[in-house]
């Protein structure tokens, strides 16, 4: 399984930016999937997670309200829509698959990691 995560990039404090995640090489439905992010000098840590249907989606904390997590299956791409960006959102945000997560945050649930897609947020 392969992920591709794409929409990075720079904007202001205030500014949206919706990023993508391409997976291929699996049935993509039977994938939970989440996006996690990490910072320089920064563990990596849990943004968002969304169930294989998109029935269920689970949030950080600093996160919740500014960013929504979505998926379409038809096009195998979960995306991540991040509004009210603040600096201390800048990271390298990853994509991850995961079969039947118990607890979202966990990022040793997922067996499958993407790249990486850098978003810079100037204040």
């Known amino acids: 399984v392969q992920l591709q995560a794409s929409g990075g990039g720079m904007v202001q404090a205030g500014g949206s930016l919706r990023l993508s995640c391409a997976v291929s090489g699996g049935t993509f439905s039977r994938y939970d999937m989440g996006w996690f992010r990490q910072a320089p000098g920064k563990e990596r840590e849990f943004v968002a997670a969304v169930t294989w249907s998109g029935g269920s989606t689970y949030y950080a904390d600093s996160v919740k309200g500014r960013f929504t997590i979505s998926r379409d299956n038809t096009k195998n791409t979960v995306y991540l829509l991040m509004n009210s960006l603040k600096p201390e959102d800048a990271a390298v945000y990853y994509c991850?698959?995961?079969?039947?997560?118990?607890?979202?945050?966990?990022?040793?649930?997922?067996?499958?990691w993407g790249q990486g897609t850098l978003v810079t947020v100037s204040s």
């Open positions: 991850a698959a995961a079969r039947e997560l118990a607890i979202a945050m966990n990022d040793y649930e997922y067996l499958y």
